[in-house]
């Protein structure tokens, strides 16, 4: 095997067709032919990587749980009941699902505050390690938090990473330099065919996110874009076929 990034990533697994981010999205992705998907993770108040999108609760449980998730321990974490009936995983749990279909994974490191950057990315890294899943063709870091990157540059250096821009405003240049990013990964609200081709011309694997209009994503490719962040991963794979 090699490291190639596919034209589609499931975006926390497959967020439009099973409950974002758990093991019910990232079976269902695997299980239906999706060799890459995307995930979120973050600590728990013991420091347990937690697969889990946004640093509350409120979403995902309609409000019946509040609170931020970095204020519970993960085992407090696993009895929560998201509002479709199913639970938060562990990146442990979701990483033997992977293993299982031999799918491949980009980890958004994601902490929860900024002092957290450094440890949330080195207990991931421990997590992979533990669960096997350390090979740089399956396993792929991004993040909004450089400093993320940068440690996982002390300590798996082979790991690809992606810088991930949120804003025009955000200079994103000298953190991929930093870092030695693989890719930058964009906002495809915010992607114009001037950046796409100033990102390519920079030597960077283009992906865009979150891309769920085949039109929109047919268009982004034939200025440049290699790779999209898509909720429907096997819808967005036969309409790019």
Same mark, same amino acid.
């Given at each position: 095997m090699s490291f190639v990034l596919p034209t589609v990533l499931g975006h926390r697994g497959a967020r439009a067709v099973k409950t974002e981010n758990t093991i019910e999205a990232f079976a269902y992705a695997c299980q239906s032919g999706v060799r890459w998907v995307e995930l979120d993770a973050m600590l728990s108040k013991d420091g347990e990587? $937690?697969? *889990? #999108?946004?640093?509350t609760l409120d979403r995902m449980t309609d409000g019946k749980v509040k609170?931020?998730?970095? /204020?519970?321990?993960? +085992?407090? =974490?696993?009895?929560i009941t998201l509002k479709t009936g199913v639970k938060i995983p562990t990146l442990a749990q979701v990483l033997d699902v992977l293993n299982r279909y031999n799918g491949c994974v980009n980890i958004e490191i994601k902490p929860s505050r900024p002092e957290l950057a450094r440890e949330t /990315? !080195?207990?991931v890294w421990r997590t992979a390690c533990d669960k096997r899943f350390n090979d740089p +063709? !399956? =396993? *792929? *870091?991004?993040? *909004?938090?450089?400093?993320?990157?940068?440690?996982? $540059?002390?300590f798996a250096p082979q790991i690809r990473r992606g810088v991930l821009v949120e804003d025009v405003s955000g200079d994103?240049?000298?953190? /991929?330099?930093?870092? +030695?990013?693989y890719s930058v990964n964009y906002d495809a609200d915010l992607l114009t065919p001037e950046l796409i081709k100033e990102i390519k011309d920079g030597? %960077? #694997?283009? =992906?865009? %996110?979150?891309?769920n209009d085949a039109n929109r994503a047919k268009e982004l490719r034939a200025q440049g874009v290699e790779s999209f962040f898509c909720d429907d991963p096997v819808f967005m794979s036969k309409a790019l076929k």
């Amino acid at each position: 095997m090699s490291f190639v990034l596919p034209t589609v990533l499931g975006h926390r697994g497959a967020r439009a067709v099973k409950t974002e981010n758990t093991i019910e999205a990232f079976a269902y992705a695997c299980q239906s032919g999706v060799r890459w998907v995307e995930l979120d993770a973050m600590l728990s108040k013991d420091g347990e990587v $937690m697969v *889990f #999108h946004d640093e509350t609760l409120d979403r995902m449980t309609d409000g019946k749980v509040k609170g931020r998730l970095d /204020a519970l321990n993960a +085992d407090r =974490l696993k009895e929560i009941t998201l509002k479709t009936g199913v639970k938060i995983p562990t990146l442990a749990q979701v990483l033997d699902v992977l293993n299982r279909y031999n799918g491949c994974v980009n980890i958004e490191i994601k902490p929860s505050r900024p002092e957290l950057a450094r440890e949330t /990315a !080195r207990r991931v890294w421990r997590t992979a390690c533990d669960k096997r899943f350390n090979d740089p +063709d !399956r =396993l *792929f *870091f991004s993040s *909004f938090t450089w400093d993320s990157l940068r440690e996982t $540059m002390l300590f798996a250096p082979q790991i690809r990473r992606g810088v991930l821009v949120e804003d025009v405003s955000g200079d994103w240049r000298p953190a /991929a330099k930093d870092v +030695d990013a693989y890719s930058v990964n964009y906002d495809a609200d915010l992607l114009t065919p001037e950046l796409i081709k100033e990102i390519k011309d920079g030597g %960077y #694997h283009l =992906l865009a %996110y979150t891309v769920n209009d085949a039109n929109r994503a047919k268009e982004l490719r034939a200025q440049g874009v290699e790779s999209f962040f898509c909720d429907d991963p096997v819808f967005m794979s036969k309409a790019l076929k």
